[in-house]
């Protein structure tokens, strides 16, 4: 079972850029899809962006499109999100999760099958 560790989050203005990661512990992390999800308080937990296996395909939800940009390193077992022209919208709770049937626009929560403890990302006004 692949384990993830989301790390990076915290305060940033608006306007300004933070970018977060996930380590993954496990062997089949290179060939499964990844994805980052948000959760604001009061909402549901919200799609942001995926990747394939191999990290040539990616797939963003309109409101970060343009703005965010998901990446991952297969040989650290690492998958990052690049958040740029942050708004005070984007403060949520972050979560990485992975998709054993590796498809990468997969929006859904329930379309993946394990989860980090997710990471705080305030944007202040």
């Known amino acids: 079972q692949v384990q993830l560790v989301e790390s990076g989050g915290g305060l940033v203005q608006a306007g300004g850029s933070l970018s977060i990661s996930c380590a993954a512990s496990g062997r089949t992390f290179s060939t499964h899809a990844m994805g980052w999800f948000r959760q604001a308080p009061g909402k549901e937990r919200e799609f942001v962006a995926a990747?394939?296996?191999?990290?040539?395909?990616?797939y963003y939800a309109d409101s970060v499109k343009g703005r965010f940009t998901i990446s991952r390193d297969n040989a650290k077992n690492t998958l990052y999100l690049q958040m740029n022209s942050l708004k005070s919208e984007d403060t949520a709770v972050y979560y990485c999760?992975?998709?054993?049937?590796?498809?990468?626009?997969?929006?859904?929560?329930?379309?993946?099958?394990?989860w980090g403890q997710g990471t705080q990302v305030t944007v202040s006004a």
């Open positions: 999760a992975g998709n054993k049937l590796s498809y990468y626009r997969a929006t859904s929560a329930g379309e993946y099958d394990y």
């Open positions: 990747i394939d296996w191999i990290g040539s395909r990616t």
